[in-house]
Nanobody, 128 residues
Framework: QVLLVESGGGLQQPGGSLRLSCTASRPTPNFYAMGWFRQAPGKAREGVSCISISEGIAYYGDSVKGRFTISRDNAKNTVYLQMNSLKPEDTAVYYC?????????????????????WGQGTQVTVSS
């Protein structure tokens, strides 16, 4: 079982930035992609962004496109999510997770998908 450890959340003002990190306990060549989904109170889980492990293809949801940037460092088994121009609606618990090809497409097209938490998640709160 691969362990995923998320870090980097916190409280930030609107317009500010945060960077999330997700480190896997070992290489994950069997996963198509790694990325993030989020869940705000009372709302469904939403795929935010993911990046394919071998080719580095990035997928973004419409709500974060142009503001968030995902990257990976395969040597460190780590995926990063740079979040800029944060908005109050970005407030949620962010979870790192493997993504299948179907889930990656769901992120890009905005269709629903099932996401499962592998770790505790990290809280991101955007508020003035």
């Amino acid at each position: 079982q691969v362990l995923l450890v998320e870090s980097g959340g916190g409280l930030q003002q609107p317009g500010g930035s945060l960077r999330l990190s997700c480190t896997a306990s070992r290489p994950t060549p069997n996963f198509y992609a790694m990325g993030w989904f989020r869940q705000a109170p009372g709302k469904a889980r939403e795929g935010v962004s993911c990046i394919s492990i071998s080719e580095g293809i990035a997928y973004y949801g419409d709500s974060v496109k142009g503001r968030f940037t995902i990257s990976r460092d395969n040597a460190k088994n780590t995926v990063y999510l740079q979040m800029n121009s944060l908005k109050p609606e970005d407030t949620a618990v962010y979870y790192c997770s493997p993504f299948s090809t179907a889930q990656a497409m769901a992120v890009m097209t905005g269709t629903s998908a099932e996401y499962h938490a592998w770790g505790q998640g990290t809280q991101v709160t955007v508020s003035s």
